[in-house]
């Protein structure tokens, strides 16, 4: 397996971030505006991943090139897991296991995120909700975190603004779910602020707001690793 490269300028001494499962690079962004250097990796190819990408087996490539970053986010496939799939009688891996073992074997810090169907598998997991950015969906996501990285819990503000029905259109004053074949690829872009992604990777991605804030929680409360080379 080739190391990855990246010949894009760099502007300073920015923090190495691996987005693992990256799909097309929700927490990707969240973390650039952050403030770090990301490469996003995944075994299917995503021409719509907006930093630097590598094609691969993601645990493999943990636990291959894990230890040459500062910080590592992973997001394992939520279909095992999710209300929909299981509807539809739908069988997935179940990634949650095998990708915190590869996490901790690199002795880097961490973030695992997944969706609520999957919560009681995550270790002390931290809840994000859209509410809480001032995002116009709710879209709970949970992030069990590791290798010495700990997130606060935000507060929850409460949900007062109804929620349009899956794959409805989303009236006026409700917030919308953007999931399975929803209605709205424009206006979910603008409430998520994923202004490059198609139907597909808006149904599954996590608004970069969540991650924005996680990057800034590491970052205040750290220094940069020492990089050991692959």
């Keep these: 397996m080739a190391q990855p490269t990246d010949n894009r300028p760099r502007s300073g001494p920015c923090l190495r971030l691996l987005d693992v499962f ?40 943990i636990r291959t090139f894990g230890t040459g970053f500062d910080f590592i986010h992973a997001s394992p496939p939520c279909q095992h897991d999710s209300d929909c799939q299981r509807l539809r009688s739908n069988n997935h891996p179940d990634l949650i296991a095998p990708t915190r073992d590869a996490l901790n074997a690199t002795g880097r810090p961490w973030v695992m995120e997944n969706v609520r169907g999957a919560a009681a598998k995550l270790r002390n997991p931290v809840m994000l909700c859209g509410a809480m950015f001032g995002l116009e969906t709710y879209r709970h996501r949970y992030f069990e975190t590791g290798g010495g990285f700990t997130l606060p819990q935000p507060p929850h503000p409460a949900h007062t603004a109804p929620q349009a029905k899956m794959g409805r259109p989303v009236p006026p004053g409700y917030f919308g779910q953007y999931i399975g074949n929803f209605s709205g690829v424009d206006q979910a872009r603008r409430v998520m602020n994923v202004p490059w992604m198609n139907r597909d990777g808006i149904r599954e ?26």
Aim: aromatic letters at 12%; proline letters at 9%; one cysteine or more.
């Design 22 to 61: 990256c799909c097309q690079g929700g927490a990707g962004m969240g973390y650039h505006q952050a403030g770090f250097d990301v490469t996003g990796v995944d075994k299917d190819a995503q021409p719509r991943y907006p930093l630097a990408f590598h094609q691969s087996d993601a645990p493999t490539f």
């Design 205 to 230: 991605c996590i608004p970069p707001a969540y991650t924005q804030y996680i990057g800034r929680a590491f970052l205040a409360t750290t220094q940069p690793l020492e990089v050991v080379a692959a």
